[in-house]
T-cell receptor, first 110, second 113 residues
Framework: GQNIDQPTEMTATEGAIVQINCTYQ??????LFWYQQHAGEAPTFLSY????GLEEKGRFSSFLSRSKGYSYLLLKELQMKDSASYLC???????????FGAGTILRVKS | NAGVTQTPKFRILKIGQSMTLQCAQD?????MYWYRQDPGMGLKLIYY???????DKGEVPNGYNVSRSTTEDFPLRLELAAPSQTSVYFC????????????FGEGSRLTVL
């Protein structure tokens, strides 16, 4: 089975940096995804990590430690439009089963 | 580009009725998924398919059925609708490869009264 844990809510200030953590336990692991979801919309892809380390993509970076079952999404220079839910998803080694965590609601205040 | 198309976008059902949520993708993707999302919650995997003729259960399959007769289509069938199935349903697809981005449809909002 899989357990994926994320904080329920976070609040940060415009222009600041915020780190959203995700821990997971899985019987097989073949990569971790981060998705952004604005209220009333479908999720959109942010990042994919399968090897340990940091992947940077503009203002967003994602980190993975497979030995610790841990990932984080780092958002820099926060903007009001970054207010959304951030979903961590783990891919199992076999079957391409992709399971999501409950998501972290990020509120950016001015 | 159409991408992933879901129909209907909204539907109200009475308890005990049945219906099919349609999902079609035009990207020739092998992998297709059905998720449900309850208010304020994450996505729960209902069923998924790795290719035509192959389907498998996800985390919450009870009360649902799927079929995958073609690469393009992956309909989700609700038999004997219950209030607990009130949710937003998302269909998604992706191509070959472990890191393939998941493309989502716009979602179908279902209410069972």
């Amino acid at each position: 089975g899989q357990n994926i844990d994320q904080p329920t809510e976070m609040t940060a200030t415009e222009g600041a940096i915020v780190q959203i953590n995700c821990t997971y336990q899985t019987s097989g692991f073949n990569g971790l995804f981060w998705y952004q979801q604005h209220a009333g919309e479908a999720p959109t892809f942010l990042s994919y990590n399968v090897l340990d380390g940091l992947e940077e993509k503009g203002r967003f970076s994602s980190f993975l430690s497979r030995s610790k079952g841990y990932s984080y999404l780092l958002l820099k220079e926060l903007q009001m439009k970054d207010s959304a839910s951030y979903l961590c998803a783990v891919q199992r080694e076999y079957g391409n089963k992709l399971v999501f965590g409950a998501g972290t609601i990020l509120r950016v205040k001015s | 580009n159409a991408g992933v198309t879901q129909t209907p976008k909204f539907r109200i059902l009475k308890i005990g009725q049945s219906m099919t949520l349609q999902c079609a993708q035009d990207m020739n993707h092998n992998y297709m998924y059905w998720y449900r999302q309850d208010p304020g919650m994450g996505l729960k995997l209902i069923y998924y398919s790795v290719g035509a003729g192959i389907t498998d259960k996800g985390e919450v399959p009870n009360g649902y059925n799927v079929s995958r007769s073609t690469t393009e289509d992956f309909p989700l069938r609700l038999e004997l609708a219950a209030p607990s199935q009130t949710s937003v349903y998302f269909c998604a697809s992706r191509g070959q490869g472990a890191g393939g981005e998941l493309f989502f449809g716009e979602g179908s909002r279902l209410t069972v009264l």
